[in-house]
């Protein structure tokens, strides 16, 4: 239950006074429909009207405060404004007001009288003038007047005045909430209590008030990112002290993996399967996330999982993104489950009929060891006899649903989340908190550095030369097609031209992939390029997540300047998977931003996964890096994770320690800090985690 306390902030914005429905609606969409979300939207800049020039000093442009003399009123007729003039003794201004009703004028500023005024000054045929003034007052009635305003982020149809009353309205009902925060912590940073800093971070009088290392803003900052935490440490360790199945890889097997191998593990692999496989013996349910980057060679270590998991009986579920992925790592595992006596099989869209029934009565009587899969794994009709352990493949490409719709055709299955999108520390913390997680830090040796260049599209005929010497020593080469934003259909047609401009060169060698054919061809496609039947595989980003030829050597990405650098890097990953040296040529446009070439540049300098990550995340922001939508990303409101970063490192040490304090069966939140945790917790719209506080 939600703690009394906050009952004020959780009453409806129109408990506040100026809010009716309307305003109410207005409020939600840019803050939300409680009081408490009044109280966290935080301005974004602010007005300073402490500038009182006298009128003839005035500069144009900026907001100035002034007192005036009202010296006349000249009524509107028409489209034409009502027009008052008033002045000091060094000069005149004109008020201009449109669509003045009745008397409004004569009241407000009645002729003769002094009026302190406040507004943007702007010049018109060389005379100043203020349109509309945002404050009308009698002199010495300073208050009606802030010297300093906030200006909050907006929405189409709301008043700024209108949202600074409800949001007054709502810190007045801020009630003083009892301390979460360690007391040396706050003494270390000088921070105010949570109700002092949000009225603190409401009232600015400087532009440092409003910028993200004020210590009001760094503190509502860092309830927000414990909140979080907290609430991610205690879904995990609810989820870890859940039973899971022991699932051991005996030696024998292990070695008999080994020797099915056709290369040895690297030192990350071992790494991260020893972890892997520690999870799945534990007793507890695993739930981990494996990244590396691309060519690292996780699928091998996803393989052996399984292993473990049928040597105790059990099936393991592979998800892919996409077909053309399910049916690769089908044709990689089932050499490898031969070896092993496994029997690996595939699932998708695609199979229909009395095929796919074929495979679901294998599934269920136990036959398959390994099904490997899209979507279609979580229809309704797919059971499994036992289902041990769901690997996801790219994670990111999936909801939290999908996985929790696998999840429930087992008993308490095993989790092995992979990604080779490379995870900056900080969003690891706040998006993936309640997960474990491993990486592998290197990569297969042998593998030769891809070289990156950047060519402006206009040279593309000597790439094509380019292109042709090294098909003639027998490379291969994919060739990606730039992502049209307008439709998917000028998308293909793009890809459709380029292929018939390059097999108009080079004839039956070329091959056509991209997401409108028919599945059919595409793996036809696919196929054809990877047994070398077709040497130049001209493709839109199908080939982007996971796809393996190791042979091919060189990829041409056409309109570079149109994709994010986490893609790029995905997709110049599909080369350098051999022994031999590859390249990657990024065409650009040639009007493209400096910009542009800027990110073109930080790419084609880096081959560090990581690097480009937190490159990304500069450039577009978190929400984006990872796809708010499938990732569940949580959305801060304060937080700015660019900017006060450390606070989320500082965030979870302070957790590791709240609950390293709880003993099991012990309610964490008990004590007097416990109370006021979960009263943040609330705050944040945490309550089901709030609710794992007390322990099994
Ligand atoms: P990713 O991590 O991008 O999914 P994959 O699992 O597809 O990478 O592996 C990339 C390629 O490297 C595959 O061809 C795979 O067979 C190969 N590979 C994996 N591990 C090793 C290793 N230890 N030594 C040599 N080649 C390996
Ligand atoms: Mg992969």
Not at 52 to 68: D, N
Not at 93 to 119: C, M, N, Y
Not at 408 to 435: C, E, F, N, Q, V
Request: glycine letters at 8%; proline letters at 5%; a neutral charge.
């Amino acid at each position: 239950m939600r703690p009394e306390v906050l009952f004020p902030l959780f009453q409806s914005t129109d408990s506040l006074p100026g809010v009716g429905p309307r305003v109410a609606t207005l409020i939600e969409k840019v803050a939300g429909k409680h009081v408490v979300d009044l109280c966290l939207h935080l301005p974004s800049g602010l007005i300073d009207r402490s500038y009182r020039p006298a009128v003839a000093h005035a500069e144009a442009g900026r907001i100035a405060t002034l007192e005036v003399i009202v010296f006349e009123i000249r009524p509107g007729q028409g489209r034409r404004p009502a027009r008052v003039i008033a002045g000091d003794d060094t000069g005149e201004i004109d008020l201009v007001f449109f669509h003045a009703r009745g008397d409004w004028l004569e009241k407000q500023l009645p002729v003769g009288e002094t009026r302190v005024i406040s507004g943007m000054i702007e010049r018109f045929q060389g005379r100043p003038q203020m349109a509309h003034p945002d404050y009308i007052a009698p002199p010495g009635d300073e208050d009606a007047l802030p010297a300093h305003e906030p200006v909050y982020p907006m929405t189409a149809g709301l008043q700024p005045k209108t949202l600074r009353k409800a949001i007054a309205g709502a810190l007045a009902k801020a009630p003083d909430l009892p301390e979460w925060l360690d007391p040396a912590l706050m003494r270390e940073r000088g921070w105010a209590s949570w109700r002092d800093s949000l009225i603190r971070a409401h009232a600015p009088a400087a532009s440092a008030d409003i910028e993200p290392n004020h210590p009001a803003r760094l503190r509502l900052a860092y309830d927000e990112l414990l909140a979080n935490q907290l609430a991610l440490a205690l879904i995990r360790r609810r989820r870890t002290t859940g039973a899971g199945r022991a699932f051991a890889l005996s030696e024998a097997r292990m070695a008999a993996c080994m020797d099915a191998l056709p290369f040895r593990l690297t030192p990350g692999q071992l790494q991260a399967l020893s972890e892997i496989l520690g999870d799945m013996k534990s007793g507890r349910r695993m739930q981990r996330l494996l990244q590396g980057d691309v060519g690292s060679g996780k699928t091998v270590v996803a393989f052996m999982a399984a292993v473990a998991a049928a040597e105790g009986g059990a099936q393991t579920a592979l998800m892919a993104p996409t077909d053309v992925l399910a049916r690769q790592h089908g044709r990689t595992l089932a050499g490898l489950g031969q070896r092993l006596g496994l029997a690996v099989a595939v699932l998708t869209g695609r199979d229909k009929g009395k095929a796919r029934q074929a495979t679901l009565m294998a599934l269920a009587a136990g036959e398959i060891d390994i099904l490997i899969g899209t979507h279609a794994l979580f229809q309704d009709d797919v059971t499994f006899r036992d289902l041990g352990l769901i690997v996801v493949d790219e994670q990111h490409r999936f909801g939290v649903d999908q996985r929790m719709a696998l999840a429930a055709k087992g008993l308490a299955p095993h989790l092995l989340s992979m990604t080779a999108t490379p995870i900056p520390r900080t969003l690891m913390l706040t998006a993936y908190g309640d997960m474990d997680h491993v990486a592998i830090p290197d990569k297969p040796p042998g593998r030769q550095p891809i070289t990156t260049t950047v060519t402006p599209i206009a040279r593309m005929a000597d790439v094509i030369d380019g292109l042709e010497r090294a098909m003639a020593r027998g490379e291969r080469a994919y060739w990606i097609c730039p992502l049209v934003e307008e439709s998917e259909v000028s998308d293909l047609a793009a890809a459709e031209d380029r292929a018939a401009m390059l097999a108009a060169r080079f004839g039956a060698k070329v091959a056509l992939a991209h997401g409108q054919m028919k599945p059919k061809e595409r793996d036809a496609a696919m196929a054809a390029f990877a047994a070398g039947d077709a040497t130049l595989l001209v493709a839109t980003t199908v080939v982007e997540v996971g796809v393996d030829v190791p042979e091919a050597t060189i990829i041409v990405i056409e309109h570079a300047e149109r994709f994010g650098l986490a893609q790029l890097h995905q997709l110049r990953g599909r080369v350098g998977r051999g022994d031999k040296a590859s390249f990657c040529l990024l065409l650009r446009a040639d009007g493209v931003s400096e910009t542009a070439k800027q990110r073109l540049l930080a790419i084609s300098a880096t081959a560090d996964g990581f690097k480009i990550a937190e490159e990304d995340l500069r450039l577009r922001g978190a929400g984006e890096v990872l796809g708010t939508r499938q990732s569940g990303l949580p959305q801060f409101r304060i937080a700015d994770l660019d900017a006060q970063a450390d606070l989320v490192a500082l965030a979870r040490r302070d957790v590791d320690l709240i609950l390293a304090r709880g003993a099991a069966g012990d309610d964490i939140l008990a004590g007097d800090r416990g109370l006021a945790l979960r009263a943040l917790l609330y705050l944040f719209e945490r309550d089901a985690a709030a609710r794992y506080a007390r322990t099994g």
